[in-house]
């Protein structure tokens, strides 16, 4: 009987998280996670559109050192800035017959500057000049498939010209996100911060649990205790507790709540699993933040589940039964869109390496 969380690869559930010291637990350290299975994916496919007065493209390929290669052959030799251009053809890499069919798809925009060359390109040809972001956005919102999110460079003292048109058209309303970098410090960063959005879509956690007759008077407690990294490289962070029942088909959190740590309740129905009899409680949307930097996410490196039939004692994990289903591999694409002009000087440098560590993190967190 059981009881493990297994770590999934499904459409546009966040599960990436932020760090928190355990707080109000009895135990000063939480015993050692099981060791976790590992995680891969079927594909992940990267493509890149570089741009100045032109569009050059890689196109979507498994091979993501020919991607970081492209992106190291670039140069900002090239004032014009052909951005929303570039953003409509990046979907294009998308649709090659010769692709697997995708799970997720992302589109990363990087830039530093308005667009002052899209309507010199045949397809926009008929937009008026002002109207560059509205043709860019009118295409991203026509591939819904797609999540669009964006990169604004403008150092102190100089905003970037048409930042709320970039922020709000070429992202998507609904899971898109715009990071904006300050200065060239702050450009990895903003990488690493679209990156964890990407892999919060793709990800989400399952537990499974034996069948039994759980009712308010006498519901299943769980203890779950969740173990977050900074990513790659980087050290990891405390762990963090919370306790939640399950009463019927219906999976909560247990007063008092642990604030940096939430899940959409509402979808946290428990269902009979065909493959092994278990009851399978998806947890959409689990995230994990700091409450004093509440956009920093980090991701879900393992997670232990103990049971209990009280609330506050006799929590252990049950062994008696190991059968759980085998990781879902998913197919993801993602194309990086990258402003390559003259204007960004010698901060190009420091974006092609950012890009190159997006590429590579996404590797080693996702296969």
């Known amino acids: 009987m059981k009881i493990t969380a297994k770590i999934y690869n ?23 996670p099981e060791k ?40 900002n030799f090239e004032d014009s800035t052909a951005l929303c251009y570039a953003v409509s053809e990046s979907l294009k890499l998308f649709d090659d017959s010769a692709l697997p069919q995708f799970d997720h798809k992302f589109v990363l925009t990087f830039t530093d500057g308005d667009d002052n060359y899209s309507t010199d390109k045949e397809s926009y040809a008929d937009i008026p000049y002002g109207q560059e972001y509205d043709k860019a956005q009118k295409d991203l919102r026509a591939r819904r498939d797609i999540e669009a999110h964006a ?51 793709v990800k989400t956690v399952e537990l499974f649990t034996n069948p039994g007759n759980f009712t308010a008077n006498n519901p299943k407690y769980f203890r779950i205790t969740i173990y977050p990294s900074h990513g790659s490289g980087q050290p990891t962070a405390p762990a963090a507790r919370m306790f939640c029942s399950l009463v019927g088909s219906k999976f ?46 980090l991701i879900i490196d393992s997670i232990q589940v103990e049971i209990s039939s009280s609330r506050d004692t006799g929590y252990r994990v049950d062994t008696e039964d190991s059968l759980t289903p085998d990781d879902a591999g998913k197919a993801i694409a993602v194309v990086l869109v990258l402003d390559c002009t003259r204007s960004l000087g010698p901060v190009f440098g420091v974006m092609k390496a950012a890009a190159r560590d997006f590429i590579e993190e996404l590797e080693k967190n996702l296969r």
């Open 10 to 32: 499904y459409p546009a559930i966040p599960v990436l998280i932020c760090v928190l010291l355990l707080a109000g637990c009895k135990e000063t350290k939480p015993d050692p």
């Open 36 to 75: 976790k299975p590992q995680r891969t994916l079927n594909s992940l496919h990267i493509g890149v559109v570089a741009f100045d007065r032109e569009a050059r493209k890689y196109p979507l390929s498994a091979n993501s050192d020919g991607a970081k290669k492209f992106i190291n052959a670039q140069n």
């Open 151 to 201: 990169i604004g460079y403008a150092p102190e003292g100089k905003p970037l010209a048409r930042e709320a048109e970039l922020r709000t058209k070429l992202v998507s309303p609904h899971g898109g996100e715009y990071a904006s970098a300050t200065n060239s410090t702050l450009i990895l960063p903003a990488f690493q911060h679209i990156r964890n959005k990407v892999m919060t879509t």
């Open 252 to 297: 909560s959190v247990v007063e008092p709540r642990n604030q940096w740590i939430s899940f959409d309740e509402s979808l946290s129905i428990g269902t009979r699993d065909s493959r092994n009899g278990k009851i399978r409680i998806p947890l959409h949307k689990l995230t994990y933040k700091v409450p004093e930097n509440p956009r920093e996410e």
